[in-house]
């Protein structure tokens, strides 16, 4: 895959790059929000390249959702995985103009502004079913499966796996409906990192669940990352995320993840327990 490799956001040259699109090509079917392929120029460098971008009109895109993809991705990289690189995309009137006729016309139309999008990454593909994990893949999968764990991210399964490889590393994205913890009204689990019998039944339809399912996984040295989501960390998620998508749920997520935090080594014998 062609990854483009960009700094953690608590590097000093950190930049969340703005990017006017300039020109569409090809809608991709495959996730609810239906993103697009655009070619666009990065505003901070005049760089061109490609691009996808979720539409605000799109189905489950809103402020709360780029929050979530934002902070996901940002986390992701602090941890040492490898999230597609988000971007804030420009729709304008010329934009809007040149696509009449286009099947993405109509919500290019009602996301004039900005958007959340992301570096297009060529190469990769889904994993097929049952198909063996490489070692590396295999290290990148029990680390994807506890992200997702401590995000309540039930959204990575068999039919809509939000990823894909070269046979070697793995690039995860659509952090839109993370944070899971947030809507829970009935069921908020104030001990996260004890996995509920509520949260076991999506748990064990992850996409890895059945590769890591009855072996002797090594979550702790991935887990022991989580201390880099320090005040720091937040610090720096503060000064980049665009006003329009600091929502008043990015505390109640660093709080969760403080707590998470100071009881990590529970958490790790917690994922060690549901794939004995």
């Known amino acids: 895959m062609n990854i483009k490799s960009h700094h953690k956001v608590t590097h000093e040259d950190y930049v969340l790059h703005e990017v006017e699109a300039l020109e569409g090509r090809e809608t991709f079917d495959s996730g609810a929000n239906k993103p697009l392929l655009i070619r666009g120029i990065i505003k901070q460098t005049g760089e061109k390249g490609d691009f996808l971008v979720k539409f605000n009109a799109a189905e489950r895109m809103n402020p709360t959702a780029c929050c979530f993809e934002y902070i996901g991705a940002c986390m992701a990289k602090e941890l040492g995985l490898l999230p597609a690189e988000p971007v804030i995309i420009e729709i304008t009137q010329d934009f809007v103009d040149q696509s009449v006729g286009k099947d993405w016309w109509g919500m290019a139309n009602k996301s004039k502004g900005d958007n959340y999008g992301c570096y297009f990454v060529e190469g990769g593909r889904n994993f097929p079913k049952g198909e063996p994990l490489s070692a ?91 201390v880099n989501l320090d005040a720091r960390f937040w610090s720096k998620i503060e000064e980049n995320i665009p006003d329009i998508w600091k929502v008043e749920h990015i505390k109640t997520i660093r709080n969760r993840t403080e707590e998470f935090i100071k009881n990590k080594d529970l958490f790790t014998e917690e994922l060690k327990k549901i794939v004995a």
């Open 136 to 226: 590396q893949q295999y290290r990148e999968a029990q680390n994807i499966f506890a992200f997702d764990v401590f995000l309540i991210n039930p959204d990575r399964r068999d039919e809509k796996q939000n990823m894909i490889t070269d046979g070697k590393n793995i690039l995860i994205f659509d952090h839109e409906l993370a944070f899971g913890f947030i809507f829970e009204l009935f069921n908020n689990n104030s001990t996260p990192w004890i996995i509920s019998e509520v949260d076991k039944n999506w748990v064990k339809k992850h996409y890895f669940y059945p590769y890591l399912k009855g072996n002797d996984v090594e979550f702790g040295s991935f887990v022991d990352k989580f």
